[in-house]
């Protein structure tokens, strides 16, 4: 009998936040830029669940460095 709560999933969970040039670069390529702060742009992001064969957080950076471009398309 395992000791973990009955409903556990094995993976890690990313949450990806936008900094500072995300807001910059929406406020330049949109012609009528919303009044928009970092907290706002903050507040609702995804969340995802990766393999739990990654070892700890600089090998969980590197995984999602090497996929930047598909978390960067679906954030558009």
């Not at 807001?23 to 995804?46: A, H, M, S």
Request: aromatic share 10%; glycine share 2%.
């Amino acid at each position: 009998m395992h000791n973990s709560p009955r409903f556990t999933i094995n993976r890690h969970l990313i949450i990806l936040m936008p900094k500072q040039p995300v807001l910059d670069w929406i406020k330049r390529v949109d012609p009528n830029p919303p009044n928009l702060t970092l907290d706002q742009l903050r507040l609702e992001q995804n969340a995802f669940l990766i393999s739990d064969d990654l070892d700890g957080q600089q090998d969980a950076e590197k995984w999602v460095q090497r996929r930047w471009q598909m978390f960067f398309e679906g954030f558009l």
